[in-house]
């Protein structure tokens, strides 16, 4: 069945780094896009960056511009965030999530892995 | 960037009762809304995209409607396994905006 799991998450300092990684299986995963979705304590889901099925299309909400980078390794069938230059306003838990999308367009999550939580302080 | 407010935030139920929540676009997007379930320290899932298509698996206890800017979600008779939070999201655009959430509680 189809699987995702999210992992990498930690306490890390302000300034610092960190990469989570979703690795996948139970379907093709090279013919599928990938998002990172984010939830801070106490408030709502927030999109962070999308990553298309070749890696050529990749998109990110403003303010994680130039310090997130989301990339992929299909023969690993696996997803990574590399996260440079963390805020407090980074702390979240972050859900990695599998972009179905047909031909009428519309996309929607399918599949979500169950977190991995990030912790800047 | 397209906004998304769902209200109420929060709302109590008992088991057997209907629900039903809004979510409001700040511009119009056709039907290109989904709702998810999310229950503490779980995946979300996936229950309505194209703002009225069930996704596979989910009881048909859940529906949706609407389009343009106003959507709603109902849950015809709560189940114990429905006390969760609820969010929107829209899809008409790549910023992917969720609504803040609507915690369903007993």
């Known amino acids: 069945q189809v699987q995702l799991v999210d992992s990498g998450g930690g306490v890390v300092q302000p300034g610092g780094s960190l990469r989570l990684s979703c690795t996948a299986s139970?379907?093709?995963?090279?013919?599928?896009?990938f998002h990172w979705v984010r939830q801070p304590p106490g408030k709502g889901l927030e999109w962070v960056t999308y990553?298309?099925?070749?890696?050529?299309?990749?998109q990110y909400v403003d303010s994680v511009k130039g310090r997130f980078t989301i990339s992929r390794d299909n023969s690993e069938n696996t997803v990574y965030l590399q996260m440079d230059s963390l805020t407090i306003e980074d702390t979240a838990a972050y859900y990695c999530a599998r972009n179905l999308w047909d031909t009428s367009g519309w996309h929607r999550f399918d599949y979500w892995g169950p977190g991995t939580v990030v912790t800047v302080s | 960037d397209i906004q998304m407010t769902q209200s109420p935030s929060s709302l109590s139920a008992s088991i057997g009762d209907r629900v039903a929540i809004a979510c409001r676009a700040s511009q119009s997007i056709g039907n290109y809304l989904n709702w998810y379930q999310h229950k503490p320290g779980k995946a979300p899932k996936l229950l309505i995209y194209?703002?009225?298509r069930l996704q596979t698996g989910v009881p048909s206890r859940f529906s949706g409607s609407g389009s343009g800017t106003d959507f709603t979600l109902i849950i015809s008779s709560m189940q114990p396994e429905d006390f969760a939070t609820y969010f929107c999201q829209q899809t008409n655009t790549a910023s992917w905006t969720f609504g803040q959430g609507t915690q369903v509680e007993i």
């Open positions: 194209a703002a009225s």
């Open positions: 990553i298309g099925h070749d890696g050529s299309n990749r």
């Open positions: 139970g379907f093709p995963f090279s013919t599928y896009g």
